[in-house]
């Protein structure tokens, strides 16, 4: 016999199973009945930020380009002006924080930020619009480094030629304030902006203003210097390139940067241990260290010498720039000799990177007597934009050159660069030589016998500051001094057994240069690779009463590095043959200097610049991103005495 429960079991189980199953899905969507009231948030659905009493009024709008990406765009009227001129700044480093500095009424209160000359722009009433480049924070796209011109290395049809071109255009025709006049200003990346405006112009564009700018990647600005690398750019790398608005932060490791580059060993080994690999710019970097096509072809310096000069622009020169001290002088060498009406104007200054609208009284331990930058802002930019940008011809032309005197801390305005006065001189080459005994020897016959001997070890790199080194940046509130390292006194490496060092004796008359210090160096190493740094120094007497922290102070007037492998053509790496004296030639920064009397003219010549270059192995391998840890050797480096400076001197006419 059946058990009873057997028996009695339902006819049809799998039918009642499926819709016992749908009876509990039915009760599970049903929504379980509130256990608490509901609490209203406190957010409004969108905030519209009074404005009474405010003497300007902000509008934000996002600008279509001509392949339909918009471009978030921040403009700026002044209370009450008409038929006003635009100043626009692009930029990948946020345009509202650029014009968000601080919350106020005012308008210079809130232009004063990076990158903004706000007491000239304040105070003659232009229309300020800072707008984000295509991929970065509020605009549309994708982002690219320092995008390329439509060509080979863009198969788009849009750069930031064309996005300058329709931004302008839709200003013009947008802003009901505006004379149609507009002018483009930036520093730095955004001193690079102007440079691509002025490829194929539009017809409003009236005024370029580049200061600081990047220009050549390669040859002398951000990523490497004559082939070597750069390393300390890495965390601006990864922090600029892998988020749209640079939410990923670098990590800090080390208290001390020297101490972090060398933990980790080559930059290509640090790079994969920070994720640096994920970026498409850094592949680039390390798939192109030498001096081909993808960087020959994206040189602004190069594009402009090929492009009529039809907008007037100013280039904004700092001679202790540690970003872009080559930009610049490059663009001025290139589009000045096709200026045929004088467009085409150039300062330079005393500063640091981007220091022209900040105070220029001092460069940390220099002072130089008076505001050089509000000086500078009053008497050269403002008169500059109301002339070009106002269209008031009532006011006079700005020199063709304004260039500050380091040393007689005064400014020259000068008709061409490198000139070192208005009339009456000349500029003449003269050999600074290397000679026995350390001697800086100013003229005169070569020693064409002997050397001066050092050591260079990978293992101890010379620092190309004091340490501790703070991290790459530019709060000074935490130590970060990093802008003005380039003016920091030199005494520690002169002390070091690595570092040749040749010294004048006291100068009885002051030398004056006024350019671009050239480096001779016949050199040998024991290795296969080597760099070569040559500095050029202004040592103060030992004791100057006026400014006692001056006493001693070895002053860095000029200074560089080249990578010995591309000692035959900088596409062309190439072993260098052991002990054998090779000769090197390249230029140094420009300077406008005058050695006064009382001083010493040195030299310093090292092999290692950390941790702000990356190490050479000293042992030649296909591609130094990739040197393993046996790679890197000892190497006796022999400077010979036939090395000399070249400096371009500046003597009376004869």
Partial sequence: MMPLAVRRAPRFPLLLAALALAGLAHAQVAPPAPQYPALPTETPAEFTAPNAGFNYVKRTVLIPMRDGTKLNTIIIVPNGVQNAPILLTRTPYDASSLVNHADSSDLETILTGYDNAADVIAEEGYIRVVQDVRGKYGSEGDYVMNRPLHGPLNPTPVDHSTDTWDTIEWLTKNVPETNGRVGIIGISYDGFL?????VHPHPALKVAVPMNPMVDGWMGDDWFHNGAFRQINMSYILEQVVTRANTVKWPITNYDDYDMYMRAGSAGALARERGLEQSGFWNKVVAHPAYDDF??????????????????????????????????????????PHDTDNKVFLSLGPWSHGGAIGDGSSLGTLKFGSDTALTWRQQVLKPFLARYLKGDASVPAIPTVTAFETGTNKWRNLAAWPAGCTSGCAIEP???????????????????????????DP??????????????????????????????????????????????DVLTAPVKISGE??????????????????????????QVGSQPAMGGYQLMVAGDIF?????????????????KALAYRFGLPTANHVF????????????????????????????????QPGDYRKATQRVYHSSYVELPLVRAAR
């Fill in 517 to 542: 210090p050239v480096a001779h160096l016949v050199a040998s190493t024991s290795g296969t690779d080597s760099d070569w740094v040559v500095k050029l120094i202004d040592v103060y007497p030992d």
């Fill in 563 to 579: 990578r010995g492998r591309y000692r035959e053509g900088f596409d062309k790496p190439k072993a260098l043959a052991p002990n």
């Fill in 194 to 198: 102007p440079l691509m405006a002025l």
């Fill in 596 to 627: 006064l009397p009382g001083h010493r003219i040195m030299v310093q010549v090292q092999s290692s610049w950390f941790p702000l270059y990356d190490r050479n192995p000293q042992t030649f391998v296909p591609n130094i991103f990739f040197a």
């Fill in 459 to 504: 293992a101890k790199p010379v620092p190309f500051r004091q340490r501790p080194i703070p991290p790459y940046g530019y709060d000074e509130t935490k130590g970060q001094t990093w802008p003005r390292w380039l003016a920091d006194d030199q005494r520690e490496a002169s002390g070091r057994t690595d570092v040749a060092t040749f010294v004048s």
């Fill in 430 to 456: 003269v050999a600074l030589h290397l000679t026995a005994g350390q001697k800086a020897v100013l003229g005169g016959a070569a020693d064409a016998k002997g050397y001066d001997e050092y050591v260079s």
């Fill in 295 to 336: 960087w020959r072809q994206q040189a602004m310096d190069r594009i402009l010498a090929g492009e009529p000069v039809t907008v007037p622009t100013l280039l904004v020169h700092s001679l202790w720039d540690a970003e872009d001290i080559y930009g610049a002088i490059a663009v001025w060498k290139a589009i000045k």
